[in-house]
């Protein structure tokens, strides 16, 4: 974990920065480097005697990709074992496919893709992070989708697994959005996060003490039908009265169409009620409002943000702030899933923690 954030160092270095003796460093870094992940070199020094032996930490010796899923598009985020992202791909999504057997072969075409496009050997892939829309459980399987109704009661992950020979971690998007923001978005250092997603579907991903909260059926967040009206109780999409999407309604406010302002208006209140409702609950140290709508600064985050603050009467201030990943988000909370879980199959050893992810620019 030294070498692969900061850079390459000497036995004797490692054994002193991290307080172990030389024979305990020598067997960890034996493991590494014949997993590939490490490469061993010999730096000189000014004196005599022998020269002392430096390890550096191999970044492109594997890769490690975050995939999210969705029906109108399916985005693959690839790193290197480091946490670099290298490649960013965005392909078509499950929706237009007939069955669930064509939905998950369109999934694995365009991780192949994604690999292919920058030049990148997919036979150095060493594992997946999933992102899905639906309640899934820790071992990857699909408890319950609306929006792909066919995966549901299936083991995506070993289905996954069996096609790409690598290991797979398999969560809900909103969630691994939550994880994102908190890893590298809008609620870095902040240990207890709400983040909620107001798009397409209405829905919540919690941190608790710095770690997403799954809850006793993995279905913590699935709020969508109770935070707000119009939510359609088969798809779970969210609806509007005066317009066929939040973009169309926003602008028949800005034209000034009365009635389309109400709804809007009506929305926001009914949000911030339950918005105020979670937050007395959970006590979060900021709230992150992602998903579409998150991106209406004047017409949507504003007056939510000033809507929460007057329903909630405490001594501090709770912070409502939009995402900074966007779009990016499940895939990238996809890729913190994959290091998290799948340590042992990235770097040979387990126990080594989740790098530092950096976006490709």
């Known amino acids: 974990m030294r070498l692969r954030d900061h850079g390459p160092d000497s036995v004797n270095g490692l054994a002193a920065a991290l307080e172990l003796s030389r024979t305990s460093v020598e067997n960890v870094l034996g493991s590494l480097t014949a997993a590939g992940a490490l490469t061993r070199t010999t730096a000189s020094g000014a004196g005599v ?14 890769y490690v ?13 690839i790193s290197d074992l480091a946490g670099e992202v290298l490649a960013d791909h965005v392909g078509p999504g499950v ?6 057997v064509s939905k998950l072969d369109s999934v694995t075409q365009q991780i192949r893709e994604a690999f292919e496009r920058p030049g990148l050997p997919i036979g150095k892939l060493r594992a997946v992070g999933l992102s899905l829309p639906g309640i899934v459980n820790e071992t990857g399987s699909v408890l319950a989708s609306v929006v792909i109704p066919e995966w549901t009661g299936v083991d995506i992950g070993g289905r996954l697994r069996e096609v790409l020979g690598v290991e797979v971690a398999v969560d809900n998007g909103v969630r691994l959005a939550a994880v994102a923001e ?4 809008a609620a870095q250092l902040v240990s207890d996060v709400l983040y909620l997603s107001v798009g397409n579907r209405v829905a919540m991903g919690l941190i608790i003490d710095g770690k997403p909260r799954r809850g006793a059926h993995d279905a913590a967040g699935d709020i969508g039908r109770l935070a707000v009206p119009g939510v359609d109780p088969t798809t779970g999409q ?37 918005l105020a409702t979670l937050i007395m609950a959970v006590d979060p140290g900021k709230v992150v409002i992602g998903g579409g709508l998150s991106r209406a600064r004047e017409a949507f985050m504003e007056p939510l943000s000033a809507a929460v603050g007057g329903q909630i009467r405490l001594p501090f201030e709770v912070p409502v702030v939009a995402a900074r990943l966007g779009d990016e988000a499940a ?22 923690s989740v790098p530092r992810i950096s976006p490709l620019v």
Not at 331 to 352: N, Q, S, T
Request: charged residues 20%.
């Open 49 to 62: 005697g022998r020269p002392s032996r430096w390890y550096g930490f191999v970044a492109d010796s594997g």
């Open 65 to 77: 990709a975050g995939v999210d899923v969705g029906n109108a598009t399916t985005r693959v985020v």
């Open 95 to 100: 929706g237009g496919f007939p069955d669930g």
């Open 182 to 185: 908190h890893h590298l978005g």
């Open 238 to 274: 969210l609806g509007w009265a005066r317009a066929g999407s939040a973009a169309e309604l926003f602008q028949l406010v800005r034209d000034g169409d009365a009635a389309a302002a109400r709804e809007l208006t009506g929305f926001i209140d009914q949000l911030a009620r339950s």
């Open 331 to 352: 895939a990238h909370g996809a890729l913190v899933l994959a290091f998290g879980r799948k340590a042992k199959e990235i770097y040979g050893i387990g126990g080594m």
